[in-house]
């Protein structure tokens, strides 16, 4: 069996320093992720001012923004998570039990987001979830009785990712059953990889293309659904793939090396992509039912290619050296993307209140003011949660799995180019008045 090539993370590290965060996977992808939050926050005080939502060129420079940012969390959980997954597979080594996966990513999703929910009570005053539907709220599967308004008014994402959560062991078990390491090649276990992931793929796409061209109550009602999202998973999912193929010992093809190697291809490429989806008329957040349908299938061609053109470089540079690192993994960057799963849940309460405050005339008025006291406050409010919350109950997780013999593989905390990431998602919601 074939050691695992030279990877990302096996690369020489940055020197630490006493504000670096250390240890961080995949620093570049962190702080896309923590610069893709700050997107969702302009975005939605972007509609609390009326900027993005008055017809003109900033508003049709907005309307791509959120949808962007939801497929770029996305794509980051499935390539993150699965990834250990498909390693483990290909190299026909041990895997992580399911229930150690379920217990990190439930006590990595669920203490902040009850913490940033009583935030929401005790801070905001919010008054709006009544007796029952207290527990679809807490256990984020509200979604699924129409309760998505209620609560967070950004937690809709949050479920998704819930949903992917139970759903991913799943697909890892099917892929086993349908390529045992005993019995089967290296090459024979990746073909079934893409064969059984594409399929999810295209179920995604499938899914999608019913919601949007079907009756109004199908778009109303399945825009929430995990499977709406299930092609941004996989899409994400197959980088996974073919990163773990190259740490077993396999060189990446000559095109692929060509955009890894010129970070700035691949970003100027992305710009131009995303102009495109400024100039289609695409409305404000999820909501591409009116479009006609040649205009969506140019989105997301467009789509398509932007995520991953974006994030290429980061995931598959050895090296980390080229100027696209240093900016995407500067120091502020990285402490942005650590705390971006608790900007995602407190922003929008502070930007309600602010724009509260400014129809009472107690707020300056105005977007900059709006933007920039909403993402302090969200920003402090995050790393409270960060320190004060997620981090002890990683660690009590971390000890009581411990404690029953439940850890990790060795060799996964090697070879795991990509720690597991918050379960940040965006919400497109504007909003609620």
């Known amino acids: 069996m074939a050691g695992p090539a030279p990877s990302a993370g096996d690369a020489p590290a940055r020197p630490a320093s006493r504000i670096r965060p250390a240890n961080v996977p995949m620093p ?22 009326g900027l993005a939502t008055t017809p003109g060129p900033i ?43 379920l217990a990190r990513r439930l006590g990595r999703i669920y203490p902040a987001y009850w913490f940033a929910l009583l935030g929401l009570v005790v801070l905001f005053r919010y008054r709006e979830i009544h007796g029952a539907e207290w527990l679809p709220i807490l256990t984020l599967t509200h979604v699924y009785v129409g309760l998505e308004g209620k609560g967070l008014f950004v937690s ?6 819930l949903s992917f959560y139970l759903f991913l062991p799943c697909v890892f078990w099917v892929i086993r059953r349908a390529a045992p390491v005993e019995t089967t090649t290296p090459r024979q276990r990746l073909r079934v990889q893409f064969i059984v992931v594409g399929l999810m793929y295209l179920l995604g796409l499938l899914f999608r293309t019913a919601v949007l061209l079907g009756p109004h109550s199908w778009l109303v009602h399945g825009r929430y659904l995990f499977f709406n999202f299930l092609d941004g998973f996989g ?3 197959i980088f996974a793939i073919v990163l773990s193929w190259r740490q077993i010992g396999n060189p990446l093809p000559s095109w692929f090396q060509y955009f890894v190697e010129r970070p700035w291809v691949c970003l ?19 909501v591409l039912g009116p479009l006609p349908p040649f205009r969506l299938l140019i989105f997301a061609v467009s789509l398509l290619l932007l995520i991953p053109m974006v994030c290429l470089p980061g995931i598959f540079d050895e090296h980390g050296t080229a100027r696209y690192h240093r900016v995407f993994a500067s120091t502020p960057l990285l402490w942005l993307g650590g705390i971006s799963y608790g900007i995602y849940l407190w922003h929008l309460g502070f930007v309600v209140q602010f724009e509260q405050w400014v129809r009472e005339d107690h707020f300056p008025a105005g977007f900059w003011p709006l933007a920039i006291a909403s993402f302090v406050c969200s920003a402090i409010a995050a790393a409270v949660s960060y320190f004060l919350v997620e981090q002890p109950a990683l660690r009590l997780i971390k000890r009581r799995l411990a404690a029953t013999g439940r850890t990790v593989p060795a060799h996964g905390e090697r070879a795991r180019v990509a720690a597991e990431p918050p379960p940040t998602s965006t919400s497109t919601r504007a909003p609620s008045r």
């Open 28 to 49: 570049a992808l962190a702080g896309i992720r923590g610069l893709a939050a700050v997107g969702v926050l302009v975005y939605h005080v972007a509609s609390t001012t």
């Open 59 to 101: 508003a049709d420079l907005l309307s791509p923004l959120p949808i962007v940012a939801v497929g770029i969390f996305i794509g980051m959980s499935g390539l993150f998570l699965f990834h250990p997954m498909s390693y483990a597979h290909l190299a026909g080594v041990p895997h992580r039990p399911t229930s150690v996966f």
């Open 156 to 161: 809709w994402t949050v479920a998704v990712e």
């Open 235 to 237: 899409g994400g999912m």
């Open 268 to 286: 100027v490429f992305a710009v131009e992509l995303y102009w495109v989806g400024t100039r289609l008329g695409i409305p404000p957040g999820l």
